[in-house]
């Protein structure tokens, strides 16, 4: 499988083409060191053989800033060194932290935007940039990534949402991208040219005032002349659109953006893949060769095999699905793609976060900080003789299946359905015995079955199938018989 | 060319594959009648060919709402009737009206949601688009279409963000159906069977709170289920992210859905082309051969072409190039493209919309309130030699082009670009003599010309080509440099 071959990015070996994003886990303390729930957050994704591991945002400066991590002084660097020797001792996942620099936001809703930065401003950013990359080598990182994406200080330069006016500012293409060249020589000048280092950015900003692809492709082929040693594509979560909650620091992810940043399950999977196809392309036109990362809903297996096999991408960025089964790779890589907690993209880890709480998944263990230990001879639960008793009932609500518990330790149930005479697929993940379907349309018929899983997923074989065919309205029954067809 | 081929549409016999979809032209008076000037400017699309006209949404019920047509009333009947006559006398174009249904909006920013409505509301309007039909069929249209799309009221209840908890409810799909499909079943009672009925629909919502994709599909089936005779795809202009201007009632198209909808000049051309793929793919696979017509950014006629070609549409809307150039059409089947006036995205006919103000294009000469005659004979502007005299200078907001006025009677000119090595398009049409470009990358490098275009687009050959590489930045240079490439 094209997953689990190597790419070596800049002497960086990493051992296959999977990468966990960066996401926040806000476990740190307020005073941005690493705990133990942090590290061992990461060391969890080590064990499960990811390939690239990419340490939530460290601010590079000193804004207190809640439960972030920091890198914006020496005191930080013992603490994120044990974290490193933890995780290479694990296995051979490679890792980096994400390097931040962000800018002042309120309760009032009010945020300060680039074109209040001084000039001197812009100078300590370009110098903490630096001067953190250094601080990330010592600490035994194997590259660092710039956080050039979402609402944050460097994505809001290359933004043509950029208001400023001076050489750093909106006015131009060139001018809003003077400031990450200015970053990337500082980087180099504390790391050298032989550290890897990866810049994040949108490929979309999904705001009115923001640039689309046309843009993004010119952006990533100036990140590569630069000497990006890889790209990761994301979109939209952007402070522009986003829903003030009164009393509420802005949130960057609560708008339109932010939506399409993390993309819920109304949305198809692999949706934005399109892009990084069409950046990669671009930039590998130009003559560049930097390996092109994207995220956007390709936690299936078969998704993100097929991304790479068809050349869209180097290497499949999976934030949502590794926290639900940092086990992901492992368990791929045994063939063991049953057996993999699938991420039904409900956004509960988005809305933690939104409301500044730890972020887990809703299919671990009821209270658990971390994605359970693997155990790979536990037995499934399961229903004698596979038997599940499932009901149907038609409600205001839609559809409503009911089932029996299984036996052993259920932690969840996936929901199949099949559409028509399409594949099976989990429709979603539930912790009672019960699920409710708003979005049949008469005509159709519908194939469900559950599975029960344990806390690593393993799961029973399905269980028994029931079909539904909701009935088509008067009006289309009608139509139907006028024109002969049904 | 396929795009020529016609398209028998429930025995309505469309004479080429392109349609004009509805616009808003803010012409008619206060009172909803048609004017000369409304008349004119359908008239003016029959005359360049157009397959099939659909004339802006007009009122079925009795709603005040300023300068918009109306068909809630029998008074109506004979100022459409008069203007369809005009049109069937002129070509063998096809014409429907849009018939809407919109709910209140006020100055405040209020607006009503389909959770207000009651019942006997609903009732009305069910009844209202039946009796509006028949005032169609009466007036002499070829056709209807139905306005489920945008922020209005049918697409209201469709809409994922229908916050309604009753049978015509967000609660499921299917009570979000619901209305269109009583729409659907009144509408035939008036009109028949062998009366062409389209819908216009959302191919996605673009909005938080909204459906993609995954529903459209499923919506798109039932429209073909309920009858429709096409299926016109449009994506937001939505209400939920509507930017209010304080003392101006909240305009659908003002957020980042409305930027969607009509998208300008910094998106890719054909951007929403692959929901209409899906959607057309998805029916099609049901059994159903229901037309798939959709708009967004497809007025150039080799993409438009290549659409049809492919199979991805049935037909093509074109809203802003027709607006541009009614002849569109009959130049396309004259092999006159490069007479065409090729519409730049600019969307100052947006702006006007969103200013209440008439709706003209910006490349029309100045002051005209519709497309000027087309003068196949007249001689295009020319410089002396093909010699504009263009200049280039460097400056903070990027680099600026001057020439020299052309001879003859220039209305506009188009400016050419090419990036590296690619083909010359058009990037921008100006009333100057001048031109920035803001959106350069250092390192690429690009050639320019101009051409002046007369009232109807009849263009000089192109002028000379200047050539401009602007620099790449210190740090590229030195990343190129180390790395050794450059």
Redesign the interface.
Known sequence: MKLLEPLVINGMRVPNRVMVPAMVTRLSGEDGFVTQAISDRYVRYAQGEVGLIVVEAMAIHGSNAGPLLRIGEDKFIPGLKEMNARIHGTSDSKVVPQLIHFMKISKSGWRQTVDMLSIEEIERIVEQFGQAAARAREAGFDGIELHNAHGYTLASFVS?ANKRTDEYGG????NR??LI??V??SV?RYVG?DFPVGIRYLADE???EG?????AR?IG??MA???ADYLSLSVGGKFE?AVHTPGHVLHAYS???G?RCMPGA???PALHL?YAEQIRAFVRG???DVPIIAAGKLSDPRVAEEALVSGKLDMVAIARGLLADPDWVRKVRLGALDRIVECDYCNVCKQLDGAHMPVTCFLWPKGAMQAPAADDAAAAPNWPEGNAGITVKEG???LTLKWKKAQGSPTYYDVYRAD?EGEMRVVDGVKTTMFTD???????SYRYYVRACDATGHASAPSEVVHYT?P?????V???E??G?A
Chains 1, 2 share one sequence.
């Open positions: 043509s006015t131009t293409l060139e991208l003077r060249g200015r990337m020589e180099r040219d999904f705001v009115r640039y689309t692809i046309e843009d010119l082929l100036r002349q630069l000497g659109d708008g339109y953006s939506d109304k949305y198809p399109a130009k003559g560049y205001p609500n839609g028509d708003s979005g049949l349309l008469g005509g159709m909701p088509l309205p008067s009006a289309a009608a139509r139907a006028t024109i067809v």
